[in-house]
């Protein structure tokens, strides 16, 4: 495990349906119903709880979908992890359409969820760089300099782990984010 940011962040290869943080990011999309990769593997592992109340946050909170970038919280159901918090992927196009800046707010929301909360701690998979075809190394860039930014200004979250699928995906990430360090 690679620890940066005096100790806050923490970058791993895993599963993040395994991992006992307070809370784990979902990938999702803007119906909340699931879908695959990292999404589908929560509601499967999770179990039905956490569809139910995200079918509650469509119904009195987003009946049009959650946009992309926006977060929501919902329990864990049988995950290790005690909640939630599920934001919106957005779609790599050709860079020229908010795609960083909308990404950037995923993780933004996400953290401020967790702030809110009094969480300690929160997993985030790689968002977007899965299905909504992301480059891995524009992604890495993003999402550091939005972790630590945030951080530098909020004491909550104590800890952010960066939980990657596979090993490629982790190295990849680490050596696109050298030149910032
Ligand atoms: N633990 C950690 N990372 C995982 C896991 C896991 N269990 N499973 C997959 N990944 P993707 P996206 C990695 O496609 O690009 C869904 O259908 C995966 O290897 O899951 O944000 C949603 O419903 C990749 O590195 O998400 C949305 O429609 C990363 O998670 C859409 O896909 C993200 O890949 C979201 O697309």
Redesign the pocket.
């Known amino acids: 495990m690679e620890t940066l940011l005096d100790g806050r962040l923490k970058i791993l290869q895993?599963?993040?349906?395994e991992c006992s943080t307070d809370a784990v990011v979902n990938?999702?999309?803007g119906s909340l119903r699931?879908?695959?990769?990292?999404?589908?593997?929560i509601h499967r592992k999770g179990g039905p709880d956490i569809l139910r109340e995200c079918m509650d946050i469509r119904q009195h909170r987003y009946p049009e979908g959650l946009p992309q970038g926006k977060a929501v919280i919902t329990s864990a159901g049988k995950l290790p992890s005690k909640y939630v918090i599920h934001t919106v992927?957005p779609v790599w196009k050709d860079g020229s359409k908010n795609e960083k800046e909308i990404l950037s707010m995923a993780y933004k929301n996400s953290l401020r969820i967790a702030t809110e909360t009094g969480l300690n701690s929160i997993a985030f998979?790689?968002?977007?760089?899965?299905?909504?075809g992301?480059p891995r190394d524009i992604a890495a860039s993003v999402v550091y300099k939005t972790i630590k930014n945030y951080l530098q200004k909020k004491s909550l979250p104590r800890e952010v782990y960066l939980?990657?699928?596979?090993e490629d995906?982790l190295n990849v990430f680490l050596s696109s984010i050298k030149s910032f360090l």
């Open positions: 895993g599963d993040i349906t990938a999702a999309n699931g879908g695959g990769g990292v999404d589908g593997a992927s998979p790689s968002i977007s760089t899965g299905v909504c992301f939980v990657f699928y596979s995906d």
